[in-house]
């Protein structure tokens, strides 16, 4: 695929007042990736707003193809940050799939994903679902809904396929999460067995995000979870129907990161903390004044060197709303958070979910402590990177002392049961309780041998 690449922006922003503390920076010139998602919307407002050029910092950013090759774009030097699942720099740095020290100074957003069901799955479920006080379908939908349907395409010999973008991605363990919460076994991976669908009642696999809804029209895929604008697509294309978000599996949920290499972090310290910088102000834009840009943001991520989908489309999660069947649209004020609710800090908590999830179906084999768990976190997650940029920030005049959490630990409050789809609560601090506390899934000295649970 040839990349989009895009030229320097206009030199009126060098007139900004942040110049005056610029950092001496290591390297000027630096190249970063991303997919066409909405939530790289940091990475295209630092550049459109001039943040990256206040830093002293020239920023090409390129379209990639998919996730392995803008991570592997990272590993080799092509690009010098990205974009990136949440999942990646962890699955790289423990060792699963390609191997390399991948760090992340700077969380991009909260929430943002969905999952979408074709419109003959949506005629299936729909019995099985209460009405609200409207005579509209009673959300937070839960996959009980689907079991029934999955069990009548697999009675039939259908296997029941569902897409997702990336094996270590949140979409991935999300999609998992909500299908595990409604009864439904989405599968184990084990050695030798990298698809994921060992024991799987619902089958997963991999599809690019701009290809979800023609892969769904096609009948290759019956569903998928992916971010915005791929749900809101499907809708307004009339090929599928969006049945839940993120927010309503699991409230408030981390999800992309800006990753960079551990030497990169170490060899350009003053650029890793202008780049961090520049990423901090352009979240601050995207959420200010109740959300007041969202309208600049969305024009900005519907041309093609960007996300390059329709302004409509982009638009319908990006400013408020989601909609759900055709014409059922609600108010989703949170559905993109960018950053309040401290979205842009690395919690360790974050960091821990996803190495659970990693456990929990096998990608991590074999069982380990919860100090592992930390111990990887913070050899991943680097708030001491993102604080320091945000004291620069203060000292400049340019952000809020009370907007960031400077005597966290790492460690968020546990997440409470009202806000998880399966009312089980999450605390990053003892990740085995957590596992232990989850129906389906690998626990304790569990393992995956020759196709079945031991331990």
């Not at 206040?54 to 996730?67: I, K, P, R, S």
Request: aromatic share 10%.
């Amino acid at each position: 695929m040839k990349h989009l690449i895009i030229g320097l922006a206009a030199s009126t922003a060098l007139t900004s007042p942040a110049l005056a503390q610029m950092l001496d920076l290591e390297k000027d010139e630096l190249t970063f990736g991303f997919i066409k998602l909405t939530d790289m919307a940091p990475l295209a407002v630092a550049y459109e707003q001039g943040y990256f050029l206040d830093e002293g910092l020239f920023v090409t950013l390129e379209a990639q193809a998919n996730w392995k090759v803008l991570l592997d774009g990272v590993i080799d030097g092509q690009l010098d940050g990205a974009h990136m699942l949440a999942g990646q720099p962890l699955a790289a740095t423990i060792g699963y799939g390609t191997e390399a020290h991948i760090v992340t100074p700077f969380s991009m957003d909260l929430n943002g994903n969905g999952i979408t069901v074709s419109n003959e799955v949506w005629a299936e479920m729909k019995p099985n679902i209460p009405e609200n006080e409207d005579g509209l379908p009673q959300h937070p939908i839960s996959a009980e809904a689907l079991a029934p349907v999955v069990e009548d395409y697999n009675s039939s010999g259908r296997p029941f396929n569902m897409g997702m973008v990336f094996p270590v991605s949140t979409h991935n363990y999300e999609l998992r999460y909500w299908l595990a919460a409604g009864g439904l076994h989405p599968g184990f991976y084990a050695d030798g067995d990298a698809t994921g669908q060992v024991q799987a009642d619902v089958f997963l696999s991999v599809t690019p995000p701009p290809q979800m809804p023609a892969t769904l029209e096609a009948g290759t895929i019956y569903g998928y979870c992916v971010g915005e604008p791929w749900n809101q697509q499907a809708v307004f294309k009339g090929v599928g129907v969006p049945v839940i978000t993120d927010y309503e599996i699991w409230k408030n949920n981390p999800e992309k990161v800006f990753g960079i290499t551990a030497g990169f972090a170490e060899e350009n310290p003053n650029t890793t903390l202008a780049v961090t910088k520049a990423l901090i102000r352009a979240a601050m834009w995207l959420d200010e004044n109740e959300n007041a840009n969202r309208e600049e943001a969305v024009e900005i991520l519907s041309r093609p060197e960007y996300v390059g989908a329709d302004e409509e489309v982009i638009a319908n999660s990006m400013t408020g709303t989601f909609e759900y069947e055709k014409g059922d649209v609600r108010e989703v004020p949170d559905f993109n958070v960018f950053f309040r609710y401290n979205a842009t800090y690395p919690f360790y908590s974050d960091a821990v979910w996803y190495l659970t999830q990693m456990r929990r179906w096998g990608q991590i084999a074999e069982p380990q402590p919860d100090s592992w768990y930390d111990e990887v976190a913070k050899s991943v997650y680097k708030p001491e990177i993102y604080l320091e940029a945000a004291r620069a920030l203060v000292d400049d005049g340019l952000a809020d002392e009370a907007d960031f959490p400077w005597d966290s630990d790492g460690y968020k409050a546990p997440t409470p049961p009202e806000d998880i789809i399966d009312g089980i609560p999450y605390d990053g601090r003892t990740p085995n309780a957590y596992l232990d506390s989850l129906d389906i899934g690998l626990k304790g000295e569990q393992r995956i041998v020759g196709g079945e649970v031991q331990g």
